[in-house]
């Protein structure tokens, strides 16, 4: 019996990345010679999901508005209102079921068991799962490995209040039995978890079926942490990136031919910079310049006003009121001021010689 690797991820639905095929055309990693190759195991139009949506809580929401007597009151789209609701993380879900990797995909025998697995295995989901309300369904053959993308909404019952079933993941698995479990791959994830009962449960489902095809599940501990289905698209995306040789090749050309566009504009802005930083350079000499001349300019001005102080007492009366016209009352009292020190400088300078004489 061949032994064969199995994961099981979910997060956020992506109905447009699953079901539309121009959509896939524009993904590098997409094998668009395979796109019709894709097995649509429930078609719906990607385009129209909150009517596809409400359809399940139809009834619901006809009983839940029929009670209400204000208009107000009344839900005219659960989709919408799902939408606006910030403990509800999104109003469907998805779960994406692989079995195998690249390697395992290259044998067309084994292939050709793994799709069929898949296949058989949608139909046990639909048939046990009751409460998770499949959108949409599809298994694509147009990436590297085959794996089975199940779009649900968590049909849970809910409470006295408002309608009468609800989206809730966690209710919705509760509601079908399963218990908080440990996860049996991922050995960082210690905490029991209500997922993790059902994953565990689901996988043995596919588990079973793979044994009929002489397929053996092999468990690898997988010690990283689980990441949405878009980053993990994204990420093998950019694998296999990595190993096209030619879209390295482009890529390396396209980065050169942008900095040999981008190297005008580059010289440009730098002689911009250098002509800017001389222009303040410039400007702070000058300004330099200026604090120089201005405090020598005070200087002189302090020495006029030291010579008008001596000489004032020498000046004639008429000068001394053009002085005060003038020198504002401020200026002059500033001036009297400097003439009392002087006068008490060389008053003190005086005594000073008349010590050293005696």
């Given at each position: 019996?061949?032994r064969?690797?199995?994961s099981?991820?979910w997060?956020?639905?992506?109905?447009?990345?699953?079901l539309?095929?121009?959509?896939r055309?524009?993904?590098?990693?997409?094998?668009?010679n395979?796109?019709?190759?894709?097995?649509?195991l429930?078609?719906?139009?990607?385009?129209?999901?909150?009517a596809?949506f409400n359809?399940?809580?139809?009834?619901?929401i006809?009983n839940?508005?029929?009670?209400?007597?204000r208009?107000?009151?009344?839900?005219k789209s659960?989709y919408?209102?799902?939408?606006?609701?910030?403990?509800?993380?999104s109003?469907?879900?998805?779960?994406?079921?692989?079995?195998?990797n690249?390697?395992?995909a290259?044998d067309s025998?084994?292939k050709?068991?793994m799709?069929?697995?898949?296949?058989?295995?949608y139909f046990?989901?639909?048939?046990?799962?009751?409460q998770?309300?499949i959108?949409?369904?599809?298994?694509?053959l147009d990436?590297?490995t085959?794996?089975?993308h199940?779009?649900?909404v968590?049909?849970?019952?809910?409470?006295?209040?408002?309608?009468?079933h609800?989206?809730?993941?966690?209710?919705?698995?509760?509601?079908?039995?399963?218990e908080p479990?440990?996860?049996?791959i991922?050995?960082?994830?210690?905490?029991?978890l209500?997922?993790?009962?059902?994953?565990?449960?689901?996988?043995?489902?596919?588990?079973?079926i793979?044994?009929?095809?002489?397929?053996?599940?092999?468990?690898?501990?997988?010690t990283?942490k689980?990441?949405?289905p878009?980053?993990?698209?994204?990420?093998?995306a950019?694998?296999?990136?990595?190993k096209d040789k030619?879209?390295?090749k482009?890529?390396?050309?396209?980065?050169?031919?942008?900095?040999?566009d981008?190297?005008p504009t580059?010289?440009?802005?730098?002689r911009?910079?250098k002509?800017?930083n001389i222009?303040?350079?410039?400007?702070?000499?000058e300004?330099?310049?200026l604090?120089q001349e201005n405090y020598?300019?005070?200087?002189k001005?302090?020495l006029?006003?030291?010579?008008?102080?001596?000489?004032i007492?020498?000046?004639?009366?008429?000068l001394?009121?053009?002085?005060?016209?003038?020198f504002?009352?401020?200026?002059?009292?500033?001036m009297?001021?400097?003439?009392d020190?002087l006068?008490k400088?060389s008053?003190?300078?005086?005594s000073e010689i008349?010590?050293?004489n005696?």
């Open positions: 019996m061949n064969i690797s199995c099981c991820t997060g956020k639905g992506n109905l447009n990345h699953n539309n095929k121009n959509s055309v524009n993904q590098s990693h997409i094998d668009k395979k796109i019709d190759d894709n097995i649509i429930k078609d719906i139009n990607y385009k129209n999901i909150e596809e359809k399940i809580f139809e009834d619901d006809v839940y508005n029929a009670k209400q007597k208009k107000d009151r009344q839900i659960y919408q209102k799902c939408l606006n609701d910030k403990k509800i993380k109003p469907f879900r998805e779960v994406i079921y692989q079995v195998g690249r390697e395992d290259q025998v084994k050709e068991k799709i069929r697995s898949l296949t058989k295995f046990e989901f639909e048939k046990n799962y009751p998770l309300k959108l949409g369904a599809v298994i694509h990436e590297a085959p794996h089975l199940i779009d649900i968590p049909y849970a019952n809910g409470g006295k209040n408002g309608l009468k609800k989206v809730s993941f966690e209710k919705a698995i509760e509601q079908m039995g399963f479990e440990e996860s049996k991922n050995k960082s994830s210690k905490k029991p209500l997922f993790n009962g059902f994953r565990n449960h689901s996988m043995k489902l596919l588990e079973n793979l044994n009929n095809e002489a397929l053996e599940r092999e468990i690898k501990h997988n990283k689980h990441i949405e878009a980053e993990y698209r994204e990420k093998m950019i694998e296999d990136l990595k030619e879209i390295q482009k890529a390396e050309k396209d980065v050169i031919e942008n900095i040999l981008d190297m580059l010289e440009k802005e730098n911009i910079i002509e800017q222009a303040i350079n410039t400007l702070y000499d300004n330099e310049i604090k020598e300019l005070k200087q001005n302090n006029f006003k030291r010579f008008i102080v001596k000489c007492d020498f000046l004639p009366d008429s001394i009121e053009f002085l005060k016209k003038v504002s009352e401020e200026d002059r009292e500033e009297n001021e400097m003439y020190n006068q400088s008053y003190s300078n005086s008349e010590q050293e005696e």
